[in-house]
Nanobody, 119 residues
Framework: QLQASGGGLVQAGGSLRLSCAASGGTFSGYTVGWFRQPPGKEREFVAAISWNIYYADSVKGRFTISKDNASKMVYLQMNSLKAEDTAVYYC?????????????????WGQGTQVTVSS
């Protein structure tokens, strides 16, 4: 089970840190990813962490994903936020630990947390 938190309203150029808390499972072997769904658009990949880390081009250099296996937490530090980052953000986990940005690779999903960036 995953639970995302940390969303809110922030001005453009500001920062937010999202958290994803996991319960159950062998968390250390999972790939955990962040996706987002902007208003009226499809859900899209943002970042993921497994044995390596990878980002969508749109967030590279601004967002940082990190994972704490001991506490079963994954974080998404978002800096230099832009209006186009406005979306509902979801964390998801792939129990097979694959490297993938595809939504259907992820078995478990948390509820979303709203991020709104005002310009």
């Amino acid at each position: 089970q995953l639970q995302a938190s940390g969303g809110g309203l922030v001005q453009a150029g500001g920062s937010l840190r999202l958290s994803c808390a996991a319960s159950g499972g062998t968390f250390s072997g999972y790939t955990v990813g962040w996706f987002r769904q902007p208003p009226g658009k499809e859900r899209e990949f943002v970042a993921a962490i497994s044995w390596n880390i990878y980002y969508a081009d749109s967030v590279k250099g601004r967002f940082t994903i990190s994972k704490d296996n001991a506490s079963k937490m994954v974080y998404l530090q978002m800096n230099s936020l832009k209006a186009e980052d406005t979306a509902v953000y979801y964390c998801a986990a792939d129990r097979y630990g694959r490297r993938s940005s595809a939504r259907n690779a992820y078995d478990y999903w948390g509820q979303g947390t709203q991020v709104t960036v005002s310009s």
